[in-house]
Structure formats: structure tokens, C-alpha cells
């Protein structure tokens, strides 16, 4: 066990050297320093426009907005490089030159999941940080509890790369990248549909968006993070129909869902785990 034990820290390893290498990273950089720079644009011009209540509860509002951005650039970097960094050493044939060592191939993957999973984690950290940086120095604002924003950011992550990883062990790099990414937008989506349906009193509807946050967990936890970082009285400056808005949440997820989250993430994994040591390499 403690070889295994070893493999996968080993593999962990090689893998964020890995992917700090490939092109992905580049484009990631490039797009969060845009993101962060017109969002110091746009939070600038709330605190020149408004007064600094009016500012503030703006600015709860808009840095969920820029927030999803943030999760949107994290989806599709670590969707499109969990699929090279796993279907494509299988296509390549990369994979034999490890796994014809005493390696169990749970291991292997395990090790692969962990490494992708730190990159996306602190990723999500530490320019969610910076944009709560931009939001303070602009505006003044700081979120009621950006430590809980940011980790349920970074959970949204580790749920999508799961994901990521079972589709990469039984379809083409590009695909997994591709139906990961969109399986995140449709979630989204039935999400803000959901709300627009409790605000509506419409339970068919509000149940759209319950069933696809417990099918794949990245919304309810998107949700969370979107509570954590919003100001206490923006729901209040909406109104009843506040719970429609898409970049509002009127609560935070519960200690049962979030259990449900890594339960989740732990079956997917097996999952895929079990399809991979079945594959043909």
C-alpha cells in the first residue's frame, strides 16, 4: 500500500508539472488578466457612478457576476487539460511505459486526478483572491465570507475535473473537454431556470433546477459560493422576485448536500477507475 501510496504522489507530481507546461496554462493566464482587468475597469466606474451604499450592494452583485467568469475560465482550462493529460497518454501509448512497472492502474489515474485537481484548487484560489483584491481596492467591497467562496469554488472545480477524468477514459480528448464543459453550461442553466421557478411558485419548474444540482453538483455549489460572496442585503435591494436573478443566491448549500458533493465525487472517481482498469491500452 505504501508503494501505492507513493505512485500516486509521484504521479500527482509529474502531472502539475505537466500541465504548468502545456498552452492551456498560457491561455488561462491571459484570460484571468483580462477578466481581472476590466472588472478593475468596471468596479472603478460603480464607485464613480453611484454612492457608496448604491456602490457597495452594485458591487455585491456585479463581483458574482465577474465570479462566474472566473468559474467559466476554470471549467474550460482544467476540462480541456484533463482530457489530454488522460485520454491522450492512453492514444499516445505513454501509458505503457508506467503502467508495465508494478503500478496499479487505480493508482495511476488517482495520482493523475490529484495533480489535476490541485492545479484547478489553486487556480480558483488564488484569482478568486486577486478579484476580491480588485473589488476592495475599486469599491471598498469585501465579501461577508470569501474563504467559504472560494473553497466551494474550488470544490465546483474538483466535481468538474471528475467528471472530466470518467469521460476522458472512454472517449477522444477533445469530446470529454467538449461535454464536460457543456454538461457545466446545461447545470447553469437549469439552475437560473429553477430559481426563476421558486420566484414564480411554479414547484415543477423550481424542480428543474434541484434535480440537476444533486446529477452533477457544480451549480449547488456555485450557488453556495455566490452566497458567500454577495452582500447580506442584496436579495433584500431585489425584492420577492430576487430568487429569479442568476447571480443571487438565496442561501448557502447545507452540511447534507455538501456531503452529497463528495460522495458524489467519490463514486464518479470509482467509476471511472473501474473503466480504466477494464480499458484496452
Not at 507513493?6 to 498560457?26: D, H, I, K, M
Not at 466606474?45 to 448604491?54: D, H, I, N, V
Amino acid at each position: 500500500m505504501n508503494h501505492q501510496v507513493s505512485v500516486v504522489l509521484t504521479v500527482a507530481g509529474l502531472t502539475l508539472r505537466e500541465a504548468s507546461r502545456r498552452r492551456v496554462v498560457l491561455a488561462l493566464a491571459v484570460l484571468t488578466a483580462l477578466l481581472l482587468g476590466l472588472a478593475g475597469w468596471g468596479f472603478w466606474r460603480l464607485a464613480q457612478e453611484l454612492t457608496s451604499g448604491e456602490a457597495l450592494v452594485a458591487a455585491s452583485q456585479v463581483l458574482n457576476l465577474v465570479m462566474f467568469g472566473l468559474s467559466l475560465i476554470a471549467a474550460l482550462g482544467t476540462a480541456f487539460l484533463s482530457g489530454p493529460t488522460v485520454a491522450g497518454e492512453v492514444e499516445s501509448g505513454a501509458v505503457l511505459s508506467v503502467l508495465a512497472r508494478p503500478v496499479r492502474r487505480w493508482a495511476f489515474l488517482l495520482g493523475k486526478w490529484l495533480g489535476l485537481v490541485v492545479f484547478g484548487g489553486a487556480y480558483v484560489l488564488v484569482a478568486g483572491l486577486a478579484l476580491c483584491l480588485v473589488v476592495l481596492a475599486t469599491v471598498g467591497y469585501w465579501p461577508p465570507h470569501p474563504a467559504a467562496g472560494l473553497l466551494l469554488l474550488a470544490g465546483q472545480t474538483a466535481v468538474l475535473l471528475t467528471l472530466s477524468v470518467l469521460l476522458a477514459t472512454v472517449i477522444s480528448p477533445m469530446a470529454s473537454g467538449v461535454v464536460s464543459v457543456g454538461l457545466f453550461g446545461a447545470t447553469w442553466i437549469a439552475g437560473v431556470v429553477g430559481g426563476v421557478g421558486s420566484a414564480l411558485g411554479n414547484d415543477d419548474v423550481a424542480r428543474v433546477g434541484t434535480i440537476s444540482r444533486i446529477v452533477l453538483p457544480t451549480d449547488g455549489l456555485w450557488r453556495g459560493a455566490m452566497h458567500a460572496f454577495q452582500d447580506p442585503s442584496a436579495i433584500l435591494a431585489m425584492g420577492p422576485g430576487g430568487e429569479a436573478f442568476p447571480f443571487l443566491s438565496i442561501s448557502s448549500p447545507t452540511p447534507v448536500y455538501l456531503l452529497w458533493a463528495v460522495l458524489w465525487t467519490a463514486m464518479v472517481f470509482g467509476l471511472a477507475a473501474v473503466v480504466f482498469a477494464r480499458k484496452d491500452l
